[in-house]
């Protein structure tokens, strides 16, 4: 690209197809929060079909949601608080120019991030233990804890989907910022601003945010 | 482009820096509202806890868990994603998009209203079949128990099918 | 503004200039683009390939119902040729045409970008695009599917033992392709627009795109997560939307419809902004009531979220819903209306030039509101309890779809097409394939519009029952040969006149618009010299000046084509 030719200095790095920096800068951060609009429409989709089953099986969903731990949860909703928190700072930072405290705050919101997973797969594995993953060997001891068997499937089909691409997010917000602080590290040409910094923010907040509501419909169902 | 390095300056200041104690005092606020939430959902409210969505104490304990959720959402957008100090054009789309995200909901109307008239033929459960194609012993995706509920209150939809589950 | 029209049509030869054909010429300059108009004519290509497909599945479609007994094909190959056109045809074909092609190569010269704000994400487009037409077509190599292009469960999640989950996984990935597209385009019109080109100096093209992206930004992902699940059902056997599983299908058609009726808005929006371009510029009038289609575009998509439920009158849903999503069908008629009559009274008084597009944008106009008033039809509630999966509801969407969205296309390619190869086709050829396309359109699908009546349902292939419709269908599939005939023409001339043509000066047809006033034909790689400043109301046609000089073009023109004589190189 022609544009790189003489992206060479930190300085002046605006790609061609832009007239200043600044615009360069607006239009990067207004394009991450339209991809955003996405996701909330994608997640939207998804807290729909929670929420007409919810509607229709309040009860049972009452019961099932005893077989998760709201302990494990409300852990995972402090790390991915924590979390957010520190990548809140990596951007403040990261604008007033101070790379090492930039760099420390991010890898600090990679260690929360492998934390959330660590905790998530502790999870999982008790719902695979007790084949409560709903595939063909699913089992619903309705004997012993009552509850529809069906609606037991629903229910535990939409936890295993809503956290688990939950989940994918967090694994690809892992990749993204490891890639984000090894190019912070290296000077990289493609980091001449804290604008990388702030769109890598915007969607890890995005994660965070779902996961806020993510917690009480699953963990916190009242009676 | 030879403008570039006069709108670099302006560039700088022109994006807003959000404090420390601005942070702090975000996250603050997030760990309470977390702590509100829990101890909200375990405490026992006393009400009246007959089941379904038209019970008073789904509704308290609902509105009390979705409130704090929104507070702690509205917190992150506005604070931690710095929507509060965006310009006009981000805080439409971050606006615009949980709005839109609502408009999802319209389809309560339809489950809300099925059952307001009665459609011959729709008051009973329809017979599952089995998928074709599928062995038939090891066919039925779900293992079912003879001492589960499945047999009498399966009534797929217990708002659509109104009064049928009662005449089983 | 360096050169008036008039010097642009009268010294339409400049030598040997670098253009962004021109600028590099090895494989990888494409396979590697980043350039808006490279990606453009990379879409076309492709989406040309997908139509070539889709309109086979479709050849087969209909010859088979030329007999009511069924006797070429099976039930199951029949079922599974309608869905690959089906799919092929919307996902592959008509949701790229308008915005990947037209838009990808206009949008930033229209509002004065030297490309579009996020150009690799752009590459990333085309590479998900073909990522997922490969799968696509793999599918259908392997057998196919046959649940249509609908994909409704409980039938495409626990019943079907065609290719359905390939086919999920691509559709799928044509979603993330058209969403990359919309992003690139909602932050090009908001970001990158050049200095004096203010919101209502935009082309209305410009204004289509950017609702179109909306959509696309709103509603696509809610389908993908949607086929996800149905994936998910598929294959782990979960419960979400299979009644078995104890799920809801009318949920599954819910989310569905959610996305694929403003889906249909993602077709023929960007196609409605093409024929404002053609209408303004071929009657050398501003559109009438610009501020009014402007914002019609808006209200379309914006409207076109609240009324799903019209597909959905026959299934579960509860009656009292039925009446809001009718009522609400009927108003979205309100701002198509507000663009049909604007268009009309554009013509008006408008000193009209019947080139190839403007045939194209005319048979645009006849057939969209043939395809919108029958629409009324099927969103009042108790018409639709007939009409509703019969072939009235197919002529409904063909007249829409191909009516609308592909004759847009076409209109706006044979526009655009001196713009992005810098050579005139054969306006004879032009013409008389427009006017093939246009009889031919109209043979296919005006009996359907009968035989929905008499009661014939779609997706049936063999009608035994009542052979008296025998009749309509042979005479649809004389029409779909005619079609077929006219959609394969422009494959020949247009391809040829990218040798044969004549050169085209940067505004062979003395339109307005920063693509045609500012840019060479074809363009530079950086679109302009320098960004224009608009300083000038958009559409700013004289129509006395403009029409003489382009007379004397187009005579010009004729008097070459009739005399054989190759184009000057
Ligand atoms: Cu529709």
Redesign the pocket.
């Known amino acids: 690209m022609a544009a790189h030719a003489h992206a060479e200095s930190i300085e002046d790095s605006v790609y061609f197809q832009y007239e200043t920096l600044e615009q360069q800068q607006e239009t990067y951060i207004l394009g991450m929060w339209a991809f955003l609009l996405t996701e909330i429409m994608m997640f939207g989709a998804l807290f729909l079909a929670y929420t007409v089953y919810r509607f229709q099986y309040q009860r049972d969903f009452f019961i099932f949601h005893e077989q998760l731990d709201w302990k494990l949860g409300g852990l995972n909703t402090v790390v991915l608080l924590s979390s957010s928190f520190s990548m809140a700072l990596a951007v403040h930072y990261h604008q007033i120019k101070k790379k090492a405290a930039t760099l420390w705050c991010l890898a600090f919101t990679n260690l929360c991030a492998f934390g959330f997973l660590a905790i998530k797969s502790i999870e999982y594995g008790e719902k695979f233990k007790h084949h409560l993953f709903p595939n063909d060997s699913f089992v619903w001891d309705a004997a012993l804890h009552g509850g529809n068997p069906e609606h037991a499937r629903i229910f535990f089909s939409l936890y295993f989907v809503m956290t688990g691409l939950h989940g994918i997010h967090v694994l690809i917000g892992i990749l993204v910022i490891t890639t984000l602080m090894v190019l912070i590290a290296k000077n990289h040409r493609l980091i001449t601003d804290y604008i990388p910094t702030e769109m890598v923010g915007l969607y890890w907040h995005f994660v965070d945010l779902v996961w806020i509501f993510l917690y009480p419909l699953y963990y916190l169902i009242p009676k | 482009m030879s403008t570039n390095t006069d709108t670099q300056d302006h560039g700088a200041h022109a994006h807003h820096v959000t404090p420390i104690g601005k942070l702090a005092a975000t996250f603050g606020f997030l760990l309470f509202m977390m702590a509100l939430t829990v101890v909200a959902a375990r405490l026992p409210l006393d009400m009246p806890d007959t089941f379904g969505w038209l019970s008073p104490y789904f509704f308290v304990t609902n509105a009390i868990a979705l409130g704090i959720a929104i507070a702690k959402a509205v917190a992150v957008v506005r604070i931690f994603m710095g929507a509060k100090y965006a310009s006009k054009l981000i805080k439409l789309y971050a606006i615009g998009g949980f709005i839109w995200f609502t408009q999802l909901f319209i389809m309560f109307f339809d489950y809300g209203t099925r059952n307001w008239e009665e459609v011959r033929g729709w008051e009973k459960v329809p017979s599952s079949s089995l998928p074709r194609n599928r062995d038939s012993d090891a066919g039925i995706p779900y293992p079912v128990y003879p001492g589960s509920h499945a047999g009498s209150e399966m009534s797929g939809t217990s708002e659509a099918s109104g009064e049928a589950g009662s005449g089983h | 503004m360096s050169t008036t029209l008039q010097e642009q049509i009268a010294s339409p030869e400049r030598g040997v200039k670098k253009n962004y054909l021109n600028a590099d010429h090895t494989i990888a300059s494409w396979l590697l683009t980043t350039d808006h108009k490279r990606i453009a004519v990379l879409y076309l290509v492709s989406i040309s390939i997908m139509f070539f497909i889709g309109s086979i599945a479709a050849a087969f479609v209909r010859f088979e119902l030329t007999s009511p007994y069924g006797q070429w094909l099976t039930s199951e190959q029949y079922n599974k040729m309608f869905t690959a056109h089906g799919v092929v045809m919307i996902f592959f074909f008509l949701i790229p045409s308008v915005p990947a092609v037209l838009g990808n190569f206009v949008l930033p010269m229209a509002i004065g970008a030297r490309d579009l704000a996020f150009p690799r994400l752009n590459l990333l487009s085309w590479y998900f695009f073909v990522i997922a037409a490969v799968l696509m077509l793999a599918t259908l190599a392997m057998g196919g599917i046959d649940t249509g292009w609908t994909f409704y469960t409980p039938l495409s999640s626990l019943y079907s033992d065609t290719q359905v989950t390939m086919a999920l996984v691509a559709a799928f990935i044509a979603g993330f392709s058209s969403i990359f597209t919309g992003l690139n385009f909602v932050a090009t019109v908001h970001k990158m627009r050049a200095p004096g080109m203010t919101w209502f100096r935009m082309p209305l093209f410009v204004w289509g795109s950017y609702a179109t992206s909306l959509v696309i930004l709103l509603g696509t992902p809610v389908v993908a997560i949607t086929l996800l699940l149905v994936l998910f059902e598929r294959v782990f056997k979960i419960g979400i939307f299979s009644p078995e599983l104890g799920g809801d299908p009318v949920l599954f058609q819910h989310m569905f419809?959610f996305y694929s009726?403003p889906a249909?808005y993602i077709m023929i929006l960007p196609a409605m902004g093409v024929v404002s371009e053609l209408f303004a510029c071929f009657s050398r009038r501003r559109v009438f009531g610009y501020e009014f289609v402007a914002f019609s575009s808006l209200g379309i998509a914006s409207l076109g979220f609240l009324?799903?439920g019209?597909?959905m009158f026959l299934s579960s849903q509860s009656v009292f819903q039925g009446v809001v999503f009718s009522l609400l069908s009927f108003m979205v008629a309100i701002p198509s209306a507000v663009k049909a009559f604007n268009w009309t009274v554009t013509l008006y008084k408008g000193s009209v030039h019947l080139t190839t597009p403007m045939i194209y944008a005319l048979a645009f106009l006849g057939l969209f509101l043939i395809g919108g008033l029958t629409g009324l039809y099927l969103a009042s509630m108790d018409t639709d309890v007939h009409l509703t999966g019969t072939y009235f509801i197919v002529a409904h969407f063909h007249y829409v779809m191909v009516g609308g969205g592909i004759l847009g296309f076409l209109g706006g390619l044979h526009f655009w097409w001196p713009k992005m190869f810098g050579r005139m086709y054969s306006e004879f050829w032009g013409r008389l394939s427009a006017l093939i396309v246009f009889v031919g359109f109209n043979f296919t699908f005006f009996p359907q519009f009968m035989l929905g009546y008499l009661g014939m349902p779609r997706r049936y292939h063999l009608y035994a029952f009542a052979p008296e419709w025998q009749f309509y269908n042979v005479l649809s599939t004389a029409g779909a040969t005619v079609l077929g005939v006219g959609f394969l023409l422009p494959a020949f001339y247009l391809t040829a006149s990218l040798v044969k043509g004549k050169k085209a000066g940067p505004n062979p047809w003395g339109a307005k618009g920063l693509e045609w006033e500012n840019a060479d034909s074809p363009p530079i790689t950086e679109n302009f010299e320098r960004i224009p400043i608009v300083t000038g109301q958009v559409y700013d046609y004289d129509a006395e000046e403009d029409s003489r000089l382009i007379r004397a073009e187009l005579d010009d023109h004729e008097r070459r084509d009739k005399a054989h004589l190759p184009g000057e190189h």
Do not use: A, L
């Open positions: 419809w009726h249909v009324v799903w019209h597909h």
